[in-house]
């Protein structure tokens, strides 16, 4: 099965971040709008129920979300972005995220850790 890359939505109205760049829109005919994956038997829908303490950790490409909240206190989600030493800054057809100020100065094909907005938490050597 051949990967699909879907375009990101947010469903809180318009996003200024997920607006197509002018001159990219051919560059952005290669996201396909994202489906909706609880009406259709085509997708595996996976889920856990979690309780304070519990972590999911997932590939940035993988298709995730969240039901509604229908508890009478706020649901709390914390989230981080982890990148091995090899991760590039890359054009997208989109503003990338998240927005850093020390992201600014890098040119295309630049390592994201060279940034300093990407902090190394962990080395093998």
């Not at 469903?11 to 200024?16: E, K, M």
């Amino acid at each position: 099965m051949s990967p699909h890359y879907f375009k990101p939505i947010h469903f809180d109205g318009p996003d200024p971040s997920y607006e197509i760049k002018p001159g990219d829109e051919e560059k952005a005919k290669q996201f396909l709008p994202t489906p909706d994956v609880d009406g259709n038997d085509q997708y595996q829908v996976l889920s856990w129920d979690m309780e304070p303490g519990d972590c999911i950790v997932f590939h940035m490409k993988t298709v995730h979300g969240a039901h509604g909240n229908n508890l009478p206190t706020p649901r709390r989600a914390f989230s981080t972005r982890w990148l091995g030493d090899d991760a590039v800054k890359e054009d997208r057809p989109w503003m990338n995220l998240p927005p850093s100020h020390a992201m600014e100065n890098l040119k295309l094909g630049d390592k994201l850790v060279d940034s300093g907005a990407f902090p190394v938490v962990w080395n093998l050597g």
